[in-house]
């Protein structure tokens, strides 16, 4: 079952790339919410082809869309994925309402599992600035079921498969070992998050 870490005000943005997750959330929350979906262009080919399916989708539904794509060169000492991910977050954060992303828990257990590699093991914020990560303790899975039960379309982007990335290398390689190792790691994980938001209030 998809379930809310906080409550969220009635007009806001979910950040929505047409993937699963994302899809999920939009459906979730438009039910409820005014929502507008927040495209972010990453100056590939499949942002592209996943910018013209959202298009199509949502005007079907009726739901409004912002865009946004990156406005500078990559520094040399700035990765792809960190490039990518400063000015994603530099155009959410220019959006003039509160922005949910679909952040769940699979997610927050990579983002752990990765920092602690590092020697400095870090869980996702719920809150950062506009933004409002309300699902960190919902499985990808119930994401998934969501969008079959309701019938709600959503666009696989390939390079999710591409392992140079050091995220999808977490995903698709390392995890499955830390599974294996440790099964209940989404429970360690989900309660953490719990005690994370204790402490906000």
């Known amino acids: 079952m998809i379930k809310l870490l906080t409550p969220l005000p009635k007009k806001l943005f979910v950040a929505c790339s047409g993937g699963v997750d994302s899809m999920a959330a939009l459906d979730f929350l438009s039910r409820k919410h005014d929502v507008t979906a927040a495209f972010f262009d990453h100056g590939t080919d499949t942002s592209i082809k996943s910018f013209y399916f959202l298009a199509k ?29 400063n000015e994603r977050y530099k155009f959410l954060d220019t959006l003039d309402a509160p922005v949910v992303t679909a952040h769940h828990l699979d997610d927050a257990v990579e983002t752990w599992v990765w920092s602690s590699m590092h020697g400095q093991p870090k869980l996702p914020d719920i809150y950062r600035n506009n933004i409002i990560r309300p699902f960190l303790t919902t499985p990808k899975r119930e994401l998934v079921d969501w969008c079959i039960k309701h019938n709600v379309p959503w666009y696989d982007d390939m390079t999710n498969l591409d392992t140079k990335y050091m995220r999808n290398y977490i995903r698709h390689e390392a995890m499955p070992v830390v599974q294996k190792i440790n099964p209940g790691i989404q429970k360690t994980i989900k309660k953490k998050l719990l005690n994370k938001l204790d402490s906000v209030y």
């Open 57 to 85: 989708v949502l005007k079907e539904r009726n739901i409004k869309i912002v865009d946004g794509a990156v406005m500078r060169e990559r520094k040399k000492d700035e990765s792809l994925e960190e490039y990518w991910r």
